[in-house]
């Protein structure tokens, strides 16, 4: 293909990106779809993006936001980012954020952007181990990087598995339990950074904040490490109490 037809059709299709955005920042959300299903280029995964953004600003877009997703993840010549799982998240509720966050992760795609070295272009070399290797840790889980939404899924994934096991042991005799994976499980400690660059803006609340108040919705207490505090700790004690 010539370098100018592939211009073209990075052209139009940076056009109809800007269209949609546009569109969603109005919250016209009707005609920001309109504009998805019109273009004249297979879409990649910006525009995926803008679409599942226009969703999120609308609000109770629930069924648009996950049929954008389901066709994201269908199409093999785009791979969904943070930025796709983020959105998709904060547009529909909780229980389908849940099923969203497993599909996400079950496909490996990277739940946190890859550092960007200096000029501003992203580093590449780190993104499988973005993907959320945390998650296959039970007790330590990194969430630091992730939008709110999404660190707030994840904090439900991981104590909901947590409480899922620890009823599985309930139904093991005395003596298998003594030697049962959850009973061998420490506290459940959540990185999250303590966002000291932005502390002194009034209004800006910081990922540590906002997953202790994730905790406290779920019925939950966090505490924050005085050794540690870049990191929120659920004490085994309360989980064992928890019946969420």
């Known amino acids: 293909r010539s370098p100018t037809a592939y211009r073209c059709k990075r052209d139009r299709r940076a056009a109809f990106t800007r269209g949609i955005e546009s569109c969603g920042r109005a919250g016209e959300l009707e005609e920001a779809l309109a ?47 943070a930025i796709s799982v983020a959105e998709t998240v904060a547009a529909v509720s909780d229980a389908t954020a849940d099923a969203v966050l497993a ?20 580093d590449g070399t780190n993104m499988r181990r973005n993907v959320v290797s945390s998650l296959d840790s039970d007790d330590e889980v990194d969430v630091s990087g992730m939008p709110f939404p999404l660190a707030r899924a994840v904090v439900r994934r991981t104590l909901r598995g947590v409480n899922r096991r620890r009823r599985r042991s309930s139904f093991v005799d005395e003596k298998e339990s003594s030697s049962s994976s959850f009973e ?13 660059r932005r502390e002194s803006e009034p209004s800006h609340t910081s990922l540590r904040s906002h997953v202790l108040e994730t905790l406290e919705g779920l019925g939950l207490r966090g505490e924050v490490p005085p050794r540690f505090p870049g990191s929120v700790l659920v004490k085994r004690s309360d989980l064992d109490a928890w019946d969420p």
Do not use: H, M
């Not at 525009?47 to 936001?65: D, H, K, P």
């Not at 079950?106 to 501003?120: A, D, H, K």
């Not at 061998?184 to 303590?194: H, L, N, P, S, Y």
């Open 35 to 81: 504009l998805f299903e019109a273009l004249p280029v297979a879409p990649d995964v910006a525009c995926y993006n803008v679409a599942l953004t226009a969703c999120r600003r609308r609000g109770r877009a629930e069924e648009e936001a996950i049929t954008i997703w389901r066709r994201l993840l269908q199409d093999r010549r785009v791979s969904p980012d």
């Open 103 to 122: 599909s996400a992760v079950e496909r490996r795609v990277p739940l946190r952007l890859p550092p960007r070295r200096r000029g501003g272009q992203k």
């Open 184 to 196: 061998k499980e420490e506290d459940v400690v959540f990185i999250t950074g303590v966002g000291v």
